[in-house]
């Protein structure tokens, strides 16, 4: 049978030169291979697309892979052609559609890849009906639920055009989905409970810290005089990257700035000095980092409070990928949580409530005088220990002593 454990283990190699799985993969992949719908939540970085392209191999058919950015698409294409696999994307962009859907119908493709608002066309479900599907797999699952951060309506479209195909197994995947986007998508995908499976949240050689910004630039110079190595700096607006790139250039480091309003050949250049570089900082606006590939950043700070935990997880989680000890120092004032609450009035009213929500969690990773780690970990669903002793509170006589030391000299005076 294709879920014997040795021929798994073979093919791994075979086709991507890996000798093991990594964490929670291997599960993810016997559970596909039984042909049991399955949802994973996985770090960025964790190696999800593994868990769709080995079953797709090994299984007869073709795994439908839905990607919701046609240049995300043509990365993976490029990658999964690089090691053997017949793949394709069926996109607008694409001038070989013709040939696409005749290799598909000819069982002549691994994969293929489409965007989700392809299953509203009836063309579609009609040709996957003529070929043989072996499995669908929805990357960046979160994007069918409004509690997720980036709500896109045609993922709303993969329920009945799976639905049309009973049989074929469901493999959802995405960095990050809170306890409340997990059941969404669940329900939304129609996957049963029992096929979540969750991987280790913790990067154990992250050190967090969270401070009141009262002289930013003084703060972000400390930053990167304790750490010597490749950093990030994230700013909220281009004007602050710009202003900020030019004042901490006084601390004697390469610095370079990032953000979408660069011209792309600028960007470009800056984005692979930076990875070539062992001393740079670079100042940018969250559009850096998507993808980028390198391994040995050594702090990543926040000029002010990131969008939501699943942001602050997913930018701090850029520092330390090689395992070494690196840092995270994020900056926050009270405007950062009136500014948000602000947002919230733009925001359209039904998705409000969990905005809200994002909001409330990110407020109490800020004030709480606890383990930082053990907050954020319990809020993508582990049990971790109470204390990790490698963040602020950890490490730092907690600023409570302060409080009460403050309040007992009121008492007695
Ligand atoms: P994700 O989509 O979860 O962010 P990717 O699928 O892009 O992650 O994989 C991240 C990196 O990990 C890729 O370079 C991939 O080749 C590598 N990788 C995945 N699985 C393994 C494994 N079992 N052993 C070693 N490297 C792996
Ligand atoms: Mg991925």
Not at 93 to 103: A, E, P
Not at 279 to 290: C, L, N, P, R, S
Not at 329 to 353: P, T
């Amino acid at each position: 049978p294709v879920s014997d454990s040795s021929a798994v283990l073979d093919r791994l190699h075979e086709v991507f030169g890996f000798t093991t799985f990594r964490g929670v993969q291997r599960d993810v992949v016997e559970r596909v291979l039984a042909g049991r719908s399955t949802l994973a939540v996985m770090p960025t970085g964790a190696g999800k697309s593994l868990t769709y392209q080995l079953p797709a191999v090994m299984l007869p058919g073709t795994c439908v892979v839905v990607s919701p950015l046609i240049a995300l698409m043509h990365d993976q294409l490029r990658s999964a052609t690089a090691n053997g696999i017949r793949a394709a994307t069926l996109t607008s962009v694409d001038l070989d559609r013709g040939q696409t859907i005749d290799r598909f119908l000819a069982g002549d493709l691994d994969l293929l890849y489409v965007a989700p608002e392809r299953a509203s066309q009836p063309h579609f479900m009609e040709m996957l009906s003529r070929g043989r599907v072996a499995m669908f797999a929805i990357d960046e699952a979160h994007c069918v639920s409004e509690w997720g951060h980036d709500f896109r309506p045609d993922y709303r479209l993969l329920r009945p055009l799976m639905d049309a195909f009973p049989d074929v197994p469901r493999l959802a995947l995405t960095a990050t989905a809170d306890r409340h986007t997990r059941a969404d998508i669940l329900a939304q995908l129609g996957i049963p409970e029992e096929g979540l499976i969750v991987a280790g949240f913790d990067r154990p050689n992250i050190r967090y810290g969270i401070v009141p910004r009262d002289n930013p630039l003084r703060q972000l110079m400390t930053v990167i005089a304790e750490n010597p190595g490749p950093g990030i700096v994230y700013a909220p607006t281009r004007a602050q990257v710009e202003k900020l790139s030019q004042q901490l250039g006084a601390s004697g480091r390469p610095v370079l700035p990032y953000h979408a309003g660069l011209d792309p050949q600028v960007r470009a250049a800056n984005q692979a000095a930076f990875v070539a570089s062992e001393d740079m900082v670079m100042v940018a606006t969250v559009a850096f980092g998507m993808g980028i590939d390198k391994p040995d950043v050594r702090f990543v700070a926040h000029a002010a409070c990131p969008k939501s935990i699943e942001s602050y997880y997913q930018e701090t989680g850029r520092a330390g990928r090689d395992g070494d000890p690196s840092v995270a120092v994020m900056l926050w004032g009270a405007e950062d949580f009136v500014r948000a609450r602000q947002r919230l009035a733009e925001v359209e009213e039904h998705r409000r409530a969990g905005e809200r929500t994002r909001i409330d969690a990110l407020a109490s990773l800020v004030e709480t005088p606890h383990c930082r780690r053990a907050l954020l970990l319990r809020h993508f669903g582990e049990t971790p220990p109470p204390s990790c002793g490698n963040c602020d509170n950890c490490l730092e006589a907690p600023r409570v002593t302060d409080a009460t030391e403050t309040a007992r000299k009121l008492l007695s005076a």
